[in-house]
T-cell receptor
Framework: QKEVEQDPGPLSVPEGAIVSLNCTYS??????FMWYRQYSRKGPELLMY????GNKEDGRFTAQVDKSSKYISLFIRDSQPSDSATYLC??????????FGDGTTLTVKP | SAVISQKPSRDICQRGTSLTIQCQVD?????MFWYRQQPGQSLTLIAT?????????ESGFVIDKFPISRPNLTFSTLTVSNMSPEDSSIYLC????????????FGSGTRLTVV
C-alpha cells in the first residue's frame, strides 16, 4: 500500500466550476502538507503548504487538512483554463523528505 | 524563492552511454534533491545531495548507476550511467529553501530518452 494515495483523475470541468482534488495518507509522521502544480514539460511549482489541520486560503485556492482522517484536499474556485495542469500532493515528515501522490490531471474547458 | 537552471532540458542517448545533468541554483542552499518522474507517474526521490558529504541514496538507487557530485552550495550534477531504455524518464533537481521542511523549488527537468 502506498503511503500517499491521490485521486487519479483525469478531471475535466467547465470554466468557473469548483474543483476538488484529494489525497489520503497512512503515515501519522507526516506533518507538512503541500500542493504542487505542474504544467506540461515543466517542473512542479509549489502552490500551497500547511502544517496543521484546518483550512488555508490563498486567492481562489483553499487547502484543507484533516489529520484525524489522514485526508487532504485542494479546492479551486472559479476555475480557469490556465488552471489546467497536473496537481500533486506532497507530504513531509520532520526529516524533510517529500512523498508525492501520483498526481491528478485537470482540464478546465472554456 | 531560489531559481534553478537545469541542463540539458532534453537528450536522446544511446544505450550503454552516460549522461550528466547539471543543476545550478542562484542562491546557496543546503539540501538538493534529485528526482525521477516516469511518464504518467509521480516523483521518486533518487538521492539527497548535501555539500561536502556523500549523497544519500534511496532504496532502489545506487551510486554506481547514479553518481552525484555536490562541489558547492549552488551546484550539483547527476550522472545516469550505462543507460538502458528503462532509464528513459524526466530527471528533476530540487532544493529546500533553508530553514523549511516544506515547499521545495524544482528545476524544469531533463527529459531523457534512451534508444
Amino acid at each position: 500500500q502506498k503511503e500517499v494515495e491521490q485521486d487519479p483523475g483525469p478531471l475535466s470541468v467547465p470554466e468557473g466550476a469548483i474543483v476538488s482534488l484529494n489525497c489520503t495518507y497512512s503515515n501519522s509522521a507526516f506533518q507538512y502538507f503541500m500542493w504542487y502544480r505542474q504544467y506540461s514539460r515543466k517542473g512542479p511549482e509549489l502552490l500551497m503548504y500547511t502544517y496543521s489541520s484546518g483550512n488555508k486560503e490563498d486567492g481562489r485556492f483553499t487547502a484543507q487538512v484533516d489529520k484525524s482522517s489522514k485526508y487532504i484536499s485542494l479546492f479551486i474556485r472559479d476555475s480557469q483554463p490556465s488552471d489546467s495542469a497536473t496537481y500533486l500532493c506532497a507530504l513531509n515528515t520532520n526529516a524533510g523528505k517529500s512523498t508525492f501522490g501520483d498526481g491528478t490531471t485537470l482540464t478546465v474547458k472554456p | 524563492s531560489a531559481v534553478i537552471s537545469q541542463k540539458p532540458s532534453r537528450d536522446i542517448c544511446q544505450r550503454g552511454t552516460s549522461l550528466t545533468i547539471q543543476c545550478q541554483v542562484d542562491s546557496q542552499v543546503t539540501m538538493m534533491f534529485w528526482y525521477r518522474q516516469q511518464p504518467g507517474q509521480s516523483l521518486t526521490l533518487i538521492a539527497t545531495a548535501n555539500q561536502g558529504s556523500e549523497a544519500t541514496y534511496e532504496s532502489g538507487f545506487v551510486i554506481d548507476k547514479f553518481p552525484i557530485s555536490r562541489p558547492n552550495l549552488t551546484f550539483s550534477t547527476l550522472t545516469v550511467s550505462n543507460m538502458s531504455p528503462e532509464d528513459s524518464s524526466i530527471y528533476l533537481c530540487s532544493v529546500e529553501e533553508d530553514g523549511t521542511y516544506y515547499g521545495y523549488t524544482f528545476g524544469s527537468g531533463t527529459r531523457l530518452t534512451v534508444v
